[in-house]
């Protein structure tokens, strides 16, 4: 998938670690923030941006995270960024677990309201929570002040 034109591999494959695959093409960034990576780590961290997807008629990010696992609210996040997103469990070269990152159905403390004046933006204990109205195209709905959030707000919200 990440082969060019000539066969070669832009980007190895990883021994152990976590593939994230079919990234929305220009979210690799977010997704990286989004888990706390920003460079400084021990791990290994490959990010290939802009690559054609199998198909050839679209482009997608992917990350790659060597000796790293993922928590369920960090899923849950990527699944806020890039709903489409594949995750690959990858063991001794091979890929152990292969899922679709999956929505949840309300989403605590993850997403920050877009509205200034909502209680949760101004009162410390109360933490944002949304119920999802949609999940194509992925709508949020604020169950303190009722505000719709839309992509790419809610990535900037993340
Ligand atoms: N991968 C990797 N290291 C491995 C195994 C796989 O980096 N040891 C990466 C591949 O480069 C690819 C992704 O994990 O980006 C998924 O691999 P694979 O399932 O073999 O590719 P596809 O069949 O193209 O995946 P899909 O069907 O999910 O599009
Ligand atoms: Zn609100």
Do not use: W
């Given at each position: 998938?990440?082969?060019?034109?000539?066969?070669?591999?832009?980007?190895s494959?990883?021994?152990?670690?976590?593939?994230?695959?079919?990234?929305?093409?220009?979210?690799?960034?977010k997704?990286?923030?989004?888990?706390?990576?920003?460079?400084?780590?021990?791990?290994?961290v490959?990010?290939?941006?802009?690559?054609?997807?199998?198909?050839?008629?679209?482009?997608?990010?992917?990350?790659?995270i060597?000796?790293?696992?993922l928590?369920?609210?960090?899923?849950?996040?990527?699944?806020?960024?890039?709903?489409?997103?594949?995750?690959?469990?990858?063991?001794?070269?091979?890929?152990?677990?292969k899922?679709?990152?999956?929505?949840?159905?309300?989403?605590?403390?993850i997403?920050?309201?877009?509205?200034?004046?909502?209680?949760?933006?101004?009162?410390?204990?109360?933490?944002?929570?949304?119920?999802?109205?949609?999940?194509?195209?992925?709508?949020?709905r604020c169950v303190y002040?009722?505000?719709?959030?839309?992509?790419?707000?809610?990535?900037?919200?993340?």
């Amino acid at each position: 998938m990440e082969e060019n034109n000539k066969s070669t591999l832009k980007v190895s494959k990883i021994r152990d670690g976590i593939v994230i695959d079919h990234i929305d093409h220009g979210k690799a960034l977010k997704v990286l923030s989004t888990l706390g990576i920003s460079g400084g780590e021990e791990f290994t961290v490959s990010v290939l941006m802009n690559v054609k997807s199998k198909t050839m008629n679209s482009f997608k990010d992917v990350v790659k995270i060597e000796r790293r696992v993922l928590k369920k609210v960090e899923l849950d996040r990527i699944s806020l960024v890039s709903p489409g997103a594949t995750i690959n469990i990858i063991k001794n070269f091979e890929i152990e677990r292969k899922f679709k990152v999956e929505i949840p159905d309300s989403i605590i403390g993850i997403v920050k309201c877009s509205n200034q004046n909502c209680i949760s933006n101004n009162k410390e204990p109360v933490s944002a929570e949304f119920r999802v109205e949609s999940k194509n195209p992925l709508i949020l709905r604020c169950v303190y002040c009722d505000r719709t959030m839309i992509q790419p707000e809610i990535c900037h919200k993340i």
